[in-house]
T-cell receptor, first 111, second 114 residues
Framework: GENVEQHPSTLSVQEGDSAVIKCTYS??????FPWYKQELGKGPQLIID?????GEKKDQRIAVTLNKTAKHFSLHITETQPEDSAVYFC??????????FGTGTRLQVTL | EADIYQTPRYLVIGTGKKITLECSQT?????MYWYQQDPGMELHLIHY???????EKGDLSSESTVSRIRTEHFPLTLESARPSHTSQYLC?????????????FGSGTRLTVV
């Protein structure tokens, strides 16, 4: 089955700096890679996703890159703000069916 | 507004009790899932369904059971709750439609078995 590794497990950045979270996956058949943000006491919220036919996708301060050959994908958050503090999860699946999650990254944005 | 609803949000119950966690979605999604989330954050798939009368066990073994009698409803049942069942349970649904993937989570049920 699919295995997703995520690094780092914790990340502390100063407000205004960039944050990068990296994931690797094992199943070359995976073709859908969403990123979720989870705040305390809430369910995961989709923030951006990418399909395997695209190398990069951007939505305002958030971008995701995918390297299919290396089976790597990364989340980039620019100009971080305190409200970006949360736990972020990467995931991989085939056609948005069963998601296999990474282990999560706790992002802390300090003033 | 299309969404996915889980009830109750919090449940504290004694050992040996039978419980059912409710999950409903209004989006008409065929695929639904239950994930269990550890206190240390990791999410594990415990059950999934790709349509009415179809249920499968996920990657993480669980003593819970599920049913899918209606498209919009995917309840999870524990026949006899134990302290080891204490966790957060998240329901989700997904569909691929018109070239877009839609995958949505509920807010979760935090279960404590005492």
């Amino acid at each position: 089955g699919e295995n997703v590794e995520q690094h780092p497990s914790t990340l502390s950045v100063q407000e205004g700096d960039s944050a990068v979270i990296k994931c690797t996956y094992s199943d070359s058949a995976s073709n859908y890679f969403p990123w979720y943000k989870q705040e305390l006491g809430k369910g995961p919220q989709l923030i951006i996703d990418i399909r395997s036919n695209v190398g990069e996708k951007k939505d305002q301060r958030i971008a995701v890159t995918l390297n299919k050959t290396a089976k790597h994908f990364s989340l980039h958050i620019t100009e971080t703000q305190p409200e970006d503090s949360a736990v972020y999860f990467c995931a991989a699946s085939i056609a948005a069916s069963k998601l296999t999650f990474g282990t999560g990254t706790r992002l802390q944005v300090t003033l | 507004e299309a969404d996915i609803y889980q009830t109750p949000r919090y449940l504290v119950i004694g050992t040996g009790k039978k419980i059912t966690l409710e999950c409903s979605q209004t989006m008409g999604h065929d695929k639904m899932y239950w994930y269990q989330q550890d206190p240390g954050m990791e999410l594990h798939l415990i059950h999934y369904s790709y349509g009415v009368n179809s249920t499968e066990k996920g990657d993480l073994s669980s003593e819970s059971t599920v049913s899918r009698i209606r498209t919009e409803h995917f309840p999870l049942t524990l026949e006899s709750a134990r302290p080891s069942h204490t966790s957060q349970y998240l329901c989700a649904s997904s569909e691929y439609r018109q070239g877009r993937y839609g995958y949505t989570f509920g807010s979760g049920t935090r279960l404590t078995v005492v």
